[in-house]
């Protein structure tokens, strides 16, 4: 038997600029869920409306800016919709991830100020979209999978740019930045399954700087 053939890549390039980290966040998995746990308790997620409608996920933040839609447009914001208070810190755990993530892929200075949580269900999906709400694109997009898995489209620079499908799953990270930060990239719709630690959910962090 060839073990090694058994192995996960650890680096799987997707793009100049643009790599998929398999299990990367598995070793702190003990810390960050019980974390992220905790935050979504006190901060339930909420479908948030867009121009395009109501989006299939719901969402919550963490950092000094949060990610808010309503039906005019979506903006970062420094305090919650629901009650004006500012959103809570992003745990160490989940700092210390995302720039270890984004040391690996090439971007050895990134400290994110705003971490957005996308809880998909059965169904749920994000169509391709570009992260262009940021100041500074030469900062990276750190993007971690958790619960059941899900496949994530990442496209090219224009919309009509096939992309490829990543079967991402729990523990697996994404990067990208440098020329592929305004890559197209999104979210087909996720089919029922269950997880251990997760039951059926997909959970999403995405972590950047947003100022
Ligand atoms: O859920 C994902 O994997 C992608 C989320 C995303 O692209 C976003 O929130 O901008
Ligand atoms: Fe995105």
Redesign the pocket.
Known sequence: MDLFAEQQPEFVPLATGACWLPGFALPVMDTLWPALQQHLCQHPPQQMMTPMGLMSVRTSSMGDWGWVGNAHGYAYSATQPDTQLPWPAIPPVILELAAAAARKAGYPDFVPDSC?I?V?EAGSK?GL?Q?KDEMDFSQPIV?L?LGIP?I?LFGGARRTDKPVKIP?QHGDVVVWGGVSRRFY???APVKADSHPLLGSKRI?L?LRKAK
């Open positions: 957005l996308n998909y994000m979209h992260d993007s999978s899900a994530f991402l990239h999104g979210v999403n995405t």
